[in-house]
């Protein structure tokens, strides 16, 4: 029962966690497609999130 209740809580987490890292990464996309960051600020941020 503990076992089953661990696997929930770690697929909760993950789905919580990526959910953020998801629209994130969706604004940063968006900002570099309007010129408001460079190259390098993007590639930098990008693998923060990723991270």
């Known amino acids: 029962m503990m ?3 661990f696997f929930l809580c770690l ?3 993950g789905m919580m966690r ?3 890292g ?3 990464m969706e604004i940063l996309k968006e900002r ?3 010129g408001e960051i460079n190259n390098a600020e993007f590639e930098k941020r990008r693998r923060l999130l990723e991270a």
């Open 3 to 5: 076992l089953v209740f």
């Open 11 to 13: 697929a909760v987490l």
């Open 18 to 20: 990526g959910s953020r």
């Open 22 to 24: 998801g629209r994130a």
């Open 32 to 34: 570099y497609a309007r």
